[in-house]
């Protein structure tokens, strides 16, 4: 029997593992595109594999979870998300697109099906030890996106080849999820057909809720916010700023490093000022910081900005999934419903900015996020707590 320390220890690793792949993709991201000799249009299509694979195991996942449990459905989609990294290193290698869009499927499934399972198994545990994790499972994958910045930002110092820089990051992370995912209870989560039809409708009626729908604002906002740098950081860098590839990595690592400090130092603000006010606040911050990315003719301005933009996007996502399992009636419903539709926007979205991009460039794609971000200022009041939980807001 294994100790509620231990499993929260192995949902901080099962965050940390895909931050590193993730991070491993995108610092690497002007290298492939050079590889691979695509436009901006056709990173685009490449970048659908991810959508595609997002969509379908975001859309699997939660009745799979239902049937298998959270450790089952965790454990196949990280494999996943492993097996994403070590294809896009083969096409990489081939110069082959159709390979890394693959790759990229295999990966973008992966995360789908892992991450909605890990986020209900950390909200069952959060329930369970009645102290708050969210924000800081999640402050792990940002952490582990900080981690894999590093590691890419040193493989484009040495020139080292994207492809053996990827092989390299799927070997080593497989080891740790062989370890941690055995702190996992099996079955957890798991409902019988006639709870999930009753759960079915409950979400039905859920949606016609204005706060749920306000809380889904927030969490679109704050992770098509994440997910657009995670995807087209170093390129809008290099490309819109003329940065070079190391110095896009290292903008990256910056935006990276400042969502994994607000995640882990959220703690202390939401007890002290309230889920709302931390909300409205960090997506004021992140706003600035859009803008300036946006608009300013200065790079080095542009890539400080996006410390800001980090920082602005670091807790809405887990604080909104907090809010919506307070928010009514059949909590695990409606935390699933927003975390669904936050990957979506998380792994979806971004690769629909490439075509916005193409025609517009990749600053005004980013007008898209901008709008949102301001939209979740507005709908910040629905992430209220309960009377008996309310602090200062």
């Not at 969509?55 to 799979?64: C, F």
């Not at 400080?304 to 928010?327: E, M, N, R, T, Y």
């Amino acid at each position: 029997m294994f100790t509620i320390s231990q499993r929260r220890l192995s949902l901080y690793v099962l965050f940390f593992i895909p931050g590193v792949a993730m991070a491993s993709w995108v610092t690497r991201t002007p290298a492939i595109r050079d590889r691979i000799g695509a436009s901006i249009a056709e990173m685009g299509l490449v970048l659908f594999g991810l959508s595609i694979g997002s969509m379908l195991g975001i859309l699997l996942s939660g009745a799979l979870v239902g049937r298998l449990g959270t450790k089952a459905v965790a454990n196949i989609g990280t494999w996943m998300v492993i097996a994403g990294v070590a294809t896009i290193a083969f096409g990489t290698w081939s110069s082959a697109a159709i390979a890394v869009a693959v790759g990229l499927g295999q990966f973008g499934l992966g995360m789908g099906l892992a991450e909605i399972a890990i986020n209900i198994d950390g909200a069952l545990v959060e329930k369970q030890s009645g102290k708050p994790l969210m924000h800081a499972l999640h402050g792990c994958f940002s952490f582990g996106t900080v981690c894999g910045a590093i590691i890419g930002l040193a493989a484009n110092t040495v020139a080292l080849p994207a492809e053996w820089h990827l092989l390299a990051v799927a070997i080593l992370i497989a080891p740790a999820l062989v370890y941690f995912i055995r702190y996992i209870p099996a079955g957890e989560a798991t409902t019988a057909p006639e709870t999930a039809q009753h759960e079915a409708a409950s979400n039905d009626r859920s949606w016609r809720d204005p706060r749920l729908m306000a809380i889904a604002v927030i969490v679109l906002a704050m992770a098509l916010a994440e997910g657009a740098a995670n995807d087209w950081l170093p390129l809008l860098m290099v490309d819109e700023h003329g940065f070079s590839q190391v110095a896009g990595s290292l903008v990256f690592l910056f935006f990276a490093s400042a969502m994994t400090i607000g995640r882990f130092t959220g703690g202390f603000f939401l007890s002290r000022f309230g889920r709302v006010a931390v909300i409205r606040a960090s997506a004021l911050l992140g706003a600035l910081g859009l803008t300036l990315v946006i608009f300013s003719h200065h790079p080095v301005l542009a890539g400080l900005s996006v410390l800001l933009w980090g920082i602005g996007a670091s807790l809405g996502f887990p604080v909104a999934i907090s809010a919506a399992g307070d928010s009514g009636a059949n909590a695990t419903g409606r935390v699933k419903a927003v975390t669904i539709g936050g990957y979506i926007a998380f792994l979806v979205g971004p690769p629909l900015l490439g075509f916005v991009g193409e025609h517009f460039g990749l600053r005004n794609a980013m007008l898209v996020v901008l709008a949102l971000v301001i939209a979740a200022t507005i709908a910040a009041s629905a992430v209220r707590q309960p009377i008996n939980h309310e602090t200062q807001n």
